[in-house]
């Protein structure tokens, strides 16, 4: 174990944690932008615009990867014009690497946060607008500080997803040694050549800091939970 470490490519665990931390932010923004947008609706367009937004968290990743790759291939037209007007490229980099993540992430930040955001006590919006608060200062000061457990957990949850995805990654970025290998593509990749004992090595890897991502949060909600009794 010692000499597999000692000689490993750490690579992959550096652009899973750039890319896990990229696209979380992104998708922290995002799902509570959206999340916030989808509550001031109401009716079927709700429903609607709550089920596209969730369905990449029960697609599988290859079939969101697909998605991808036909809008941002340099052979289709959206491709080709950011290729052509801003010399950027999303195919087989690590843009893609970070898209594709925000992609399967993003339904997790928006439920948690939407989950959360019904939870906040109308009364204290409505106080907010009686004292004649804007709609943002609303956001801002009572509805993001009384749903910021929810926000937490659905940060975690992304987080944790994103470092791990494998399929959409590897449909839109590949799989590129140095630039756009991920650790779940170097389980892939190692399993396939039978490099068993390497592949082991960046799975208990990934284990183990997803399990500490995950603690980290439990033990975080341990503290703020009230205790009301035991089933």
Known sequence: ?????????????????????????????????????????????????????????????TVAGFFLLIIFSI?????????DTFDIKIVQTWKGCVIAAVVIAFPLMYRNTRAAFEQVDLTLIQAGRTLGLGELTILIKIILPNAAPGIISGTMLAFTRAIGEYGATAMLAGN????????????????????????????????????????????????????????
């Open 1 to 61: 174990m010692l000499d597999i470490l000692m000689n490993i490519d750490w690579s992959p665990f550096w652009i899973s944690l750039k890319t896990g931390i990229a696209a979380t932010a992104i998708a922290f923004v995002l799902g509570i932008l959206f999340a916030a947008l989808v509550m001031r609706i109401s009716g079927k367009l709700q429903w609607l615009i709550d089920a596209v937004l969730t369905l990449p968290l029960v697609l599988p990743p």
């Open 75 to 83: 052979r289709r037209p959206f491709g080709a014009f950011l290729l």
């Open 176 to 231: 590129i040694l140095g630039k756009t290998r991920t650790v779940s593509m170097a389980i892939a990749t190692e399993t396939a050549n039978g490099h068993y004992d390497v592949a082991g090595v960046w799975v208990i890897i990934i284990v183990v800091l997803s399990f500490l991502i995950m603690t980290i949060s439990n033990r975080f909600f341990e503290s703020k939970r009230t205790h009301v009794g035991k089933w």
